[in-house]
């Protein structure tokens, strides 16, 4: 789903000091990202996504009195609008499998630059999973394996070959724009793709179907 510019950003974070850093890193971009709230603990993210309903939740994991994992779940089933991202120091291969699972719409480490902070965030404006591709690499490896179930093939004949080929691609963590190129259609036509390749796939988002491709075979996990 596009979102228009500056996304409404609530920043999540149980120290101050990064709470802080962020928002002074935000009041750079102001025709990227609009702050419009923070939140020290998961309870808290709740009360303020439910005031704010912002375009953009920068969730940490681990914080007091509830995990930003348990928070994301309960989010995306009461604001299936709002993107959520983990922005974590935890590189553990379960938090990033549970994260997926629970829908967030990306995953990244607090060692990222600031530049590709934003890039990743104007991402997520196009609809795109915001996810470094060494990242992206990484979860295609945690969340391979595993037999293919029937439905699951069932799922996978209701694509045609063209979204099978913009899925393969989506799965490398490929943009939009960069799609779009290599199969040189717009990228109106990519964004249709992905709509249509989500709703066959009964998943929420591109990172949801990038697990699917690897599991079915269409594509094999990769190191950038």
Same mark, same amino acid.
């Given at each position: 789903?596009?979102? =228009?510019?500056?996304?409404?950003?609530?920043?999540?974070?149980?120290?101050?000091?990064?709470?802080?850093?962020?928002?002074?890193l935000?009041s750079?971009? =102001?025709?990227?990202?609009?702050?419009?709230?923070?939140?020290?603990?998961? $309870?808290?993210?709740? &009360?303020?996504?439910?005031?704010?309903? =912002?375009?953009?939740?920068?969730?940490?994991?681990?914080? =007091?009195?509830?995990?930003?994992?348990?928070? /994301?779940?309960?989010?995306?089933?009461?604001?299936?609008?709002?993107?959520?991202?983990?922005? /974590? &120091?935890?590189? !553990?291969?379960?938090?990033?499998?549970?994260?997926?699972?629970?829908?967030? *719409?990306?995953?990244?480490?607090?060692?990222?630059?600031?530049?590709?902070?934003?890039d990743?965030?104007?991402? +997520?404006?196009?609809?795109?999973?915001?996810?470094? $591709?060494?990242?992206?690499?990484?979860?295609?490896?945690?969340?391979?394996?595993?037999? *293919?179930?029937?439905d699951?093939?069932? %799922?996978?004949?209701?694509?045609?070959e $063209?979204? +099978? !080929?913009? %899925?393969?691609?989506?799965?490398?963590?490929? &943009?939009?724009?960069? +799609? *779009?190129?290599?199969?040189?259609?717009?990228?109106? /036509?990519?964004?249709?793709?992905?709509?249509?390749?989500?709703?066959?796939?009964?998943?929420?988002?591109? /990172?949801?179907?990038?697990?699917?491709?690897?599991?079915?075979? %269409?594509?094999?996990p990769f190191? !950038?």
């Amino acid at each position: 789903m596009d979102r =228009p510019l500056p996304l409404s950003v609530l920043i999540v974070d149980d120290h101050r000091l990064f709470r802080q850093g962020l928002a002074g890193l935000m009041s750079t971009r =102001p025709d990227l990202v609009r702050l419009v709230g923070e939140a020290a603990t998961a $309870r808290e993210a709740m &009360s303020r996504a439910r005031e704010l309903r =912002p375009d953009l939740i920068l969730m940490d994991i681990s914080m =007091p009195g509830g995990s930003g994992l348990e928070a /994301t779940a309960a989010l995306r089933t009461e604001l299936p609008d709002t993107a959520v991202v983990m922005l /974590t &120091s935890s590189d !553990e291969d379960e938090h990033l499998r549970q994260a997926v699972r629970l829908g967030a *719409a990306g995953y990244l480490l607090k060692d990222l630059d600031a530049r590709e902070l934003f890039d990743l965030i104007a991402g +997520i404006a196009r609809g795109e999973a915001a996810m470094t $591709r060494a990242m992206a690499g990484r979860l295609l490896k945690v969340l391979a394996g595993g037999p *293919a179930q029937n439905d699951e093939k069932a %799922l996978l004949a209701e694509l045609t070959e $063209r979204e +099978i !080929e913009v %899925l393969q691609l989506v799965a490398r963590g490929v &943009s939009n724009a960069e +799609i *779009a190129e290599a199969l040189v259609v717009t990228v109106n /036509t990519v964004k249709t793709h992905i709509r249509n390749i989500l709703e066959k796939l009964q998943v929420e988002n591109r /990172t949801q179907a990038a697990t699917f491709a690897v599991q079915q075979g %269409l594509i094999t996990p990769f190191d !950038e």
